[in-house]
């Protein structure tokens, strides 16, 4: 794990150069350039709030589009990150095949370059905030590092999947089916208070019901939405009842994900 | 202690396509019940290779296609591991592995500059103080700032090799780049190279299929074959042993086919046979250097032909003109009938350095003169010395200048 912090640090130029030729390359052409970026939150926020207006879900008090949005931006990054981290070796098989530096550079870079679009979905959440006149509190310093969580998280994914995906290309294929079942599995639709609620509070599945929650809140995307709805929007800090199963699955997941990202590594050269 | 030391190293490839999910999972159980699992063929790319070399020297690295050259430069830039043994590398390596491989086409040259540099490790501070000199030597100022996908692929390969040349790397890889680029730009890298490697000192790994550029800036080179080393040493004698080996093939391959040869036929003249006499007039393929040799070159005529003119010449067998003799008017105010003809050139002492050589045949006729008959590569034959004994200047070249030498002191400085 000390490896990826320093191979991070030594490789910052070139996970720096080659996220910012992803962007370049995928924005130079196009005349809206990167506010296509943010065009899937928006249009799924949109969607949400019409189907709601039909089915009706709480919303804790709050606007309704402005909840699904600020549960848009984090999901959205954490999706975005782990498909195109998993695509990141094979689709970069020419310079893999031709000069050597570590791999993991690939999957950092992916994300890395997301970073850039979540950067700009923020600036639409503070000018929702504006609008519904919402003003952020202290607890909102809690950001960086539920993205930080959030990033993590989308590595643990990449990792592995990346180095299944160069033997194996079903991996790029069943991801994203995986990742969009994965968004109805976390409170994004409606807020993680509407599980709550049935589960701990009505005791909706009986017997069940606590270890469905706990089972629930393994997701750590449903921590990870519910914290930043809870520090955003709400004032109010993380729910680490909700967290820590998803943290510890993480931390259990990632030394996995890399190493035999690491062992893979040593092949895919002759593989690709 | 050797920059570069390679021990026993050997690479399999298993043959045919990946295993699909279902074959593995079988192999898997397979294992677990103790059974046979079902093997792919294996094929050795590399088979107990072992080397070293030392820091500042210069190797070349030939072989035919599929030797296991490129394979070998994967080991030492690391991007492959090998299967058995091992590679030590004690310094920087510049992967200068085909020039190029991080162009992006999208961005421009001089984004492309930057993202390379990135990629090859290069500091952006020193890519920042060498931007200029680097715009310089690829000769692209003017296009600098225009996407490399409307580049030539010459102007791509410049770009790519001003790059990478400005690394600052201990040992420099080079596969088969100065292939592009015009004649004056490979000049050009040629010097950055000489001057890389004599002035800074660098090591440098060359593979190349140009032998001539090989043996000129190399001091030591390695002949692969079939994934083994067949021979490593000073690059005259390993370029002769390669030049052997490709002739012995070009020899094979000719006579199944001319397939690479320029040919031009009429029926107006058919050639139906070359023969080489030796001294003694015994027809034979394999000539000493200086011996009187004849050349007897066989036709039939089919048609009556005006004003003949007969051309013979002799190349390399990659077709490098050495010698050509023409008769000019010596049987122009002839005129042939149909029937059978033989055209006899003498060479009183065949002036053509040990090697193996062929032949090219033209003949031209007509009021308005035209060519009718013209074919490369007819007949193959060789040259070897008349003594074992190796002398320099008998080995080095084509010719021998016989030249006579004198040593005189002009001034004495005290």
Not at chain 2, 106 to 121: C, Q, S, V, Y
Not at chain 2, 249 to 271: G, M, V, Y
Not at chain 2, 369 to 389: A, C, G, P, R, S
Request: aromatic share 10%; charged share 20%; glycine share 6%.
């Amino acid at each position: 794990m000390i490896n990826v912090v320093k191979n991070l640090y030594q490789y910052r130029e070139l996970i720096a150069a080659l996220a910012w030729k992803n962007i370049v390359i995928r924005y130079k052409q196009a005349y809206l350039g990167v506010l296509w970026a943010v065009l899937k939150p928006i249009m799924l926020m949109l969607i949400f709030t019409l189907v709601r207006s039909f089915v009706g879900i709480e919303s804790d008090d709050l606007p309704y589009p402005i909840l699904t949005f600020a549960a848009l931006l984090p999901w959205v990054f954490f999706q975005e990150s782990a498909s195109e981290g998993v695509n990141s070796v094979t689709s970069n098989a020419a310079l893999i095949k031709k000069i050597y530096f570590p791999r993991e550079v690939f999957p950092i870079t992916a994300m890395v370059t997301k970073i850039v679009e979540l950067a700009i979905s923020f600036v639409i959440l503070a000018g929702m905030m504006i609008y519904y006149k919402m003003v952020p509190t202290i607890y909102a310093l809690w950001v960086p590092a539920i993205i930080f969580y959030t990033m993590i998280v989308a590595l643990g994914i990449s990792f592995f999947g990346a180095a299944v995906n160069v033997y194996y290309r079903d991996m790029s294929q069943a991801l994203p089916v995986a990742l969009s079942l994965l968004m109805y599995g976390s409170p994004v639709m409606y807020p993680l208070s509407l599980v709550h609620k049935k589960l701990i509070e009505e005791q909706a599945a009986g017997a069940w019901s606590n270890d469905l929650y706990t089972l629930y809140t393994l997701n750590p995307l449903a921590g990870i939405i519910d914290s930043f709805q809870r520090v955003v929007l709400k004032g109010l800090p993380p729910d680490f009842n909700a967290l820590y199963p998803g943290v510890i699955l993480t931390l259990v997941i990632l030394p996995f994900s890399y190493l035999f990202f690491k062992r893979a590594e040593n092949w895919f050269a002759d593989v690709i | 202690m050797p920059i570069i030391e390679v021990n026993h190293l050997t690479k399999e490839y298993q043959l045919g396509h990946i295993t699909s999910l279902k074959e593995n999972v079988l192999n898997t159980f397979r294992r677990l019940g103790g059974k046979p699992t079902q093997q792919r063929e294996n094929f050795k790319a590399l088979d107990d290779i072992n080397f070293t070399i030392e820091q500042g020297e210069v190797v070349g690295i030939i072989g035919h296609n599929g030797a296991g050259k490129s394979t070998l430069l994967k080991h030492l830039a690391n991007i492959s591991k090998p299967t058995k043994g091992e590679v030590i590398v004690r310094g920087s390596i510049a992967p200068l592995i085909e020039v190029g491989a991080g162009v992006n086409p999208e961005l421009t040259g001089r984004e492309n500059i930057f993202l390379n540099g990135a990629i090859l490790g290069i500091p952006k501070k020193i890519i920042q103080q060498k931007l200029d000199e680097i715009i310089d030597f690829s000769e692209l100022e003017q296009f600098i700032d225009t996407p490399v996908k409307r580049y030539s692929s010459g102007m791509t390969v410049k770009l790519g090799f001003s790059i990478a040349t400005s690394l600052d790397a201990d040992i420099l890889i080079i596969d088969e780049v100065l292939a592009v680029g015009d004649l004056a730009f490979q000049r050009k890298c040629f010097d950055k190279m000489e001057d890389m490697i004599i002035r800074q000192g660098k090591t440098v790994l060359l593979v190349s299929h140009n032998i001539r550029q090989i043996e000129r800036i190399c001091k030591r080179v390695i002949l692969m074959d079939h994934g083994k080393i067949y021979a490593d040493g000073a690059s005259a004698e390993t370029c002769g042993l390669f030049y052997a080996q490709n002739d012995e093939i070009i020899k094979k391959q000719s006579e199944i086919l001319h397939s690479n040869a320029r040919k031009e036929k009429s029926n107006d003249i058919d050639l139906l046979s070359i023969e080489l006499l030796n001294e003694n007039s015994d027809i034979t393929e394999l000539i000493t250097y200086n011996e009187n040799v004849t050349f007897k070159i066989n036709y039939k005529v089919n048609t009556p032909l005006e004003n003949p003119i007969f051309g013979f010449g002799i190349h390399t067998t990659d077709f490098l003109y050495l010698a050509t003799e023409i008769t000019d008017n010596q049987f122009k105010d002839q005129t042939l009938l149909p029937g059978e003809y033989t055209v006899t050139v003498n060479i009183p002492s065949f002036p053509l350095l040990p090697g193996v050589y062929s032949t090219r045949i033209g003949v031209d006729a007509g009021k308005v003169t035209h060519n009718i008959l013209y074919e490369e590569n007819v007949f193959h034959f060789q040259v070897k010395n008349i003594t074992n004994e190796r002398s320099l200047s008998l080995c080095e070249g084509f010719i021998h200048l016989k030249g006579s030498w004198t040593l005189n002191r002009n001034s004495i400085f005290q």
